[in-house]
């Protein structure tokens, strides 16, 4: 519990692109939020350096060692966007922060919910967030130079944990219904034991609807408008997840308007889950860069650590400034307002409240 | 070539629970189309028995080596749907059949065509059909009885050779771009050495544009209503392929609807993507099973073997009939037509041609 700590700290890390630029607008208004437990020193408000490419690529780390030391002092954090090298980019080849975030701070519950009022859809995904094809992720091996190999993981425990979680939710805000997904049927021994494991979980909830399909039926049945409403949580390992929630929120709008939670037992970590726009930065519009999404997962950050009221006033003024102001503040067309006048006016929105 | 060859022998393997009576259907149809060339014995239609589930069951086997054997002698096969166990299920957990038949008979490309001309679909996805994460499929490890791996394996000569499959077609089809779809910033070795294989294969086609996603954003833009008019040939490794033509298919009026073709060096395999329907079986309903779908493969099998006018008869008569008929046959309602009956005002309606 958050609030028993003498001092909660929020870490803000700016990331790539126009990271640092959109999260400052997202720290602004928890400042302005959170002003008086601040004020008392209940809770702190810190910015993070240092969470670059150039950084991450001078030490050959996902995380460099230092900015690692200066997030393990927060309790919860508020991430930009990262760059991921690939194969042809400049950088040497390290992991996705994000994904290195995820497991060194052991968030292994990926939460991405989903809702489009006048479509019936209301779905809250758990993604595992720290195996699966991602332990191992960027540690494949080149037998040969012809012949490649990936692995994937799966443990009892981390399978539990997230069914249990999945379940959890379901059973506190009174879902009737948790589907599981996995390709059990081809990947028998990992997606197979994941399966094991929900069944297990679903065993504890007689009175929750538990139900299976397979990943690749699935994303067609998020296409099928009859059926896609009975949905409600969906539980599934990291790849499936990574998928099938991409997919989730084009019907909200796109994955530029979701917001993803990691949540672990130490630690929770909130984040936009588009790109950095490198571009944007490139063409010195970085300040047209639209801070509504990280915005968004500050008001999940809100929620999460307690400040209920706050975070319902935040997404309150984010639909209402969301839908008056839409076409202006969208991805940075120069001709609409900037990141900075976005949070000022949601400010003001929440001031009248 | 099929036309220099002596005699060319189709297979038509019936598989489980409504397979073998709606393959019979398929089969009767390409019997009334190839009547000529089987009177003249330039083609044998041959009825491969034993791809059951008991059979593979008793042997313990994803393909008994009798059935193997038989198949082996021909050259195309049309397929019914087959049983894949899962756990729980009363069957030893042996591999699926297709997916063991596509690596017997080296069947290395996954052809699926998705075309929705009222919006514009018109996609042939290429999907590699014989490593990946389906290379050792059902045969991960369990470490300890609580950690579980599992394997994806990709060769460069395994990526190249669908690579040039898709650029072939696009070249000679008139298509001006192919996609690769990978999550080659996560799954770095594997799913990375399969996308230099795809841009080394797109270099040697410079009037082909070709760009690159991963699978997540992906899912998300076939949604887009505007943006997915752009794609047309996409190749990408066996898991994601899998997943992608599901939710493509369903664009189109769903899986069932779908046909797919294996495309091998050697041997060819057409079959519809949708199950077995044991519940059909049960209730005594399996006449009434809809055979349209495998009747789609029938036709895509007879374009491959260079019939292309008997295809065209075969698609336009299905076009017809599914039109007119569809609420009548769809899905074995009892009230409607059965399969043989379906199957026989396919034939009419060819004779009217
Ligand atoms: C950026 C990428 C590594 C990441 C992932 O694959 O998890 C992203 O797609 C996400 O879903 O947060
Ligand atoms: C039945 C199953 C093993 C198969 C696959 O995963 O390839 C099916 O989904 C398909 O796409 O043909």
Redesign the pocket.
């Known amino acids: 519990d958050y609030k028993s700590l003498d001092k909660l700290i929020i870490g803000v890390i700016g990331g790539d692109g126009i990271g640092p630029m959109i999260t400052k607008q997202a720290q602004r208004i928890m400042e302005f939020l959170l002003k008086k437990p601040v004020e008392e020193g209940k809770i702190e408000i810190r910015t993070i350096e240092g969470l670059t490419i150039e950084n991450r690529a001078a030490c050959n780390k996902a995380i460099p060692d230092d900015v690692l030391a200066e997030i393990k002092k927060c309790h919860v954090l508020l991430k930009g966007p990262t760059t991921t090298p690939q194969k042809g980019d400049p950088w040497p080849n390290i992991e996705s922060a994000n994904v290195a975030m995820r497991k060194e701070l052991d968030l292994f519950a990926n939460v991405r919910p989903v809702k489009v009022e006048e479509q019936g859809i209301d779905w809250t995904f758990f993604r595992e967030n720290t195996e699966g094809a991602y332990a191992l992720g960027s540690q494949g091996m080149n037998i040969t130079e012809d012949l490649a190999f990936d692995f994937k993981v799966i443990t009892s425990p981390g399978a539990e944990r997230i069914a249990r979680a999945a379940f959890d939710f379901a059973d506190k805000n009174g879902k009737t219904r948790v589907t599981a997904v996995t390709?059990a049927?081809?990947i028998k021994t990992t997606d197979g034991k994941f399966l094991e494991e929900c069944r297990k979980v679903a065993a504890e909830y007689p009175h929750i609807t538990f139900d299976e399909w397979?990943i690749?039926?699935m994303t067609a049945k998020l296409v099928d408008e009859k059926r896609r409403k009975d949905f409600q949580v969906v539980v599934l390992p990291n790849l499936y997840g990574d998928i099938l929630t991409d997919e989730a929120a084009e019907f909200q709008g796109g994955v530029g308007t979701a917001g993803s939670s990691n949540i672990g037992k130490r630690y929770a970590m909130f984040e936009a889950i588009h790109g950095s726009a490198p571009r944007m930065v490139r063409e010195g519009r970085a300040q047209y860069a639209d801070p509504s999404s990280v915005i968004r997962a500050a008001a999940m950050l809100l929620a999460h650590i307690g400040y209920a009221e706050e975070a319902d006033k935040l997404y309150a003024a984010l639909d209402i400034c969301g839908n008056r102001e839409r076409k202006l503040v969208m991805t940075g067309r120069d001709d609409g307002a900037t990141g900075e006048e976005f949070a000022d006016y949601i400010m003001a929105t929440i001031e009248t409240m």
């Open positions: 390709k049927n081809v397979y690749d039926i």
